[in-house]
Structures are given as C-alpha cells and as structure tokens.
C-alpha cells in the first residue's frame, strides 16, 4: 500500500468477548461469530478500512492463541474488501517479528503497531524499533500507534521524520491536533495522518492532505462515521463546509461523557472499559466484558461512557431516518 491508498472512515473495533472473559480463568474468550457479524456490518456500511487489536482492541490482554484465532476471524469476514491492520505489538522486538510474521500469513494487510511497553523510548529506541519490524516483515504494511500515554512516548517531530523514511509505514493512528501541521510537514507525505473523527473536521479545514480519520464510534453506529466522511469530501469539492460543520455540532457532543473530568489521560488510564462501555449501551454490537486486569472501573466513568454511547447511537438512528 502507499499513503494514498489510505482514505475515509477507518473503524478502529474492539475484541468481542465471550460472557466469562473478566474471570482470569477463561479461556478462548473471542467471541468469533459476533467479529464476523461485526466486520460485516462495518463492510456493508461503507467502511473504508479496519484497525484491530489496539488498546481498545485489548491486544494485551488477549492470549496468543486468541490473537491468532481473531486475526483469521478478522480476515476471513472481510474477505479482501477492505484492508485489515492487526496489532502486532509485543513487549520486545523479536516477539514484535514473530507475530507480525504470522499475521501475514494469516492474510492481514498490515499491522497497527504501538511501541513495546515497558521503559519509556529514547527516539533512536523507536525509530530503530520500527525499522527492525520493517526490515523483518517487509511485505507488511506499518501503521504506527501513536498513543503517549499507552507507550510513554510523546512522538516528536524529530520521530516523524525518520519513520517516514521507512517505506512501510503508510499511515498513523494519530492523537491531537495541536502539532498537526508541523508533523505534516516532516512526514512530507509520505505517512497518512489519522486524526480521530471528533478532530476530522478541524484537521481537514487545516490541510487538505487529510483526507481519512479513525473513528472507534464506527462500531457504535457506522452511519455517523460514514456521514461525517461524506460531509467532509463534499465541502472539499463545493468549497462550503456550512453541512459539515452544523453535523460536528451534533456529532461533537458525543464525546464529552467518554471523557472523564474532561481528561485524555484519565480516559487513558479506563480507556478499554470505557470504550467497551459506549460499545456495547450503543447496542449496534456486543463488545461483551473486559478482559484482566483491566476490567475494574468507576461506576460514575462507567455512567459516562453509556450516555455517550447512545448518543451517538441516537445520532446514527436519526441519520437513518432522514434518508
């Protein structure tokens, strides 16, 4: 792939997970039949991509045996029709291979990969890291993670030069908007930023080579993330942005419950039962439980994550309505 070939709504999912997942005695907790439903629904929706097995997508919680056995359930459903990256991050770089490896064998088109979590990266530990995954798997399409606070690593400029020397990476799960047009400018196209869908609006009015975003609400209802898509490109050819900035003022507070006190890095510390949280009051699938032992939070964070589930899920129903 080249970062052209990265365009629109990406739906980043979650892991689908049995009933018995929270208890750390089960085992094969993926729900395989609710991952093909999903991936489906998404295809059929007119999602443009897949991104799998982040934070989120509890890639650290999950066995290796059940990241194989997604990884194929991921793969068989989208059957081709859309590009699939699946998290292939371990805690070093010789497992990081190992994975990779097999999740091309499997099918995947890329992997999603964060930096391993352990000791906070120097830039020459990161950028060395994604070379030597490149340079292992090189048929494998790269899309960074930039998570700072997953991977105790702010990502800075100087990172984003050096990576985008790298001829696999094509793309970038990207946080924040706030160093955007700086980091653009040391990618020099090369890597496709993806900001996530609440900042799509913005990122597009500040340059137009942001054409696609991430957009974990996908799975919530993915007429939302397929609007706003469409909203946006549309404003791109007409020159009037008035439809796409009236539909951010609806979409936009959605995300304030998910938040809690307004804090990226309180969200980051909840971040897996929260979003599964709003995935499954959204009702559009069943993420099921979270998997330990991340699977403890705050009753009133919980709360949150629920309204804005379906707020977002009422959005996409009165979307359904107008058409």
């Not at 709504?9 to 689908?16: F, K, L, S």
């Not at 490109?233 to 507070?253: H, I, N, Y």
């Not at 998997?291 to 009422?314: I, N, Q, V």
Request: charged share 25%.
């Amino acid at each position: 792939m080249s970062p052209g070939d990265v365009k629109g709504g990406w739906a980043i999912i979650p892991t689908p997970a049995k009933d018995d997942a929270s208890d750390w005695r089960a085992t094969k907790t993926v729900d395989l039949d609710e991952t093909a439903r999903m991936v489906n629904g998404l295809i059929d929706a007119g999602i443009d991509g897949i991104l799998s097995m982040g934070t989120l997508g509890e890639a650290a919680t999950m066995t290796h045996d059940e990241k194989l056995d997604f990884m194929k359930a991921l793969v068989d459903a989208a059957a081709a029709r859309v590009p699939v990256f699946v998290g292939t991050t371990c805690i070093n770089t010789r497992d990081t291979v190992a994975l990779t490896r097999q999740a091309l064998d499997i099918g995947a088109d890329g992997t999603m990969l964060g930096l391993p979590m352990w000791c906070a990266p120097s830039v020459d530990v990161a950028v060395q890291f994604y070379k030597d995954v490149a340079e292992a798997v090189p048929e494998m399409n790269i899309a960074i993670y930039a998570n700072p606070e997953a991977f105790k690593f702010d990502f800075p400029r100087p990172f984003w030069a050096r990576v985008a020397e790298i001829r696999q990476v094509v793309t970038a799960k990207y946080i924040g908007i706030g160093n955007l047009l700086g980091d653009l400018a040391a990618i020099r196209g090369r890597i496709k930023l993806l900001p996530i869908d609440f900042d799509y609006y913005g990122a597009a009015r500040m340059d137009d080579s942001v054409d696609a975003f991430w957009s974990s609400g996908a799975v919530c209802h993915p007429l939302v993330t397929t609007t706003l898509r469409d909203l946006v490109a549309a404003a791109r050819v007409s020159g009037d942005w008035s439809a796409a900035r009236a539909f951010m003022a609806k979409l936009g507070p959605t995300a304030a419950p998910l938040f809690p006190n307004g804090s990226f890095k309180e969200f980051s510390t909840y971040n897996i039962a929260l979003e599964k949280e709003r995935m499954n009051a959204a009702g559009w699938i069943k993420a099921g439980p979270v998997r330990p032992p991340y699977h403890l939070c705050p009753e009133p964070f919980l709360e949150g994550a629920r309204k804005s589930g379906t707020m977002w899920a009422d959005l996409g129903r009165a979307l359904e309505a107008e058409k």
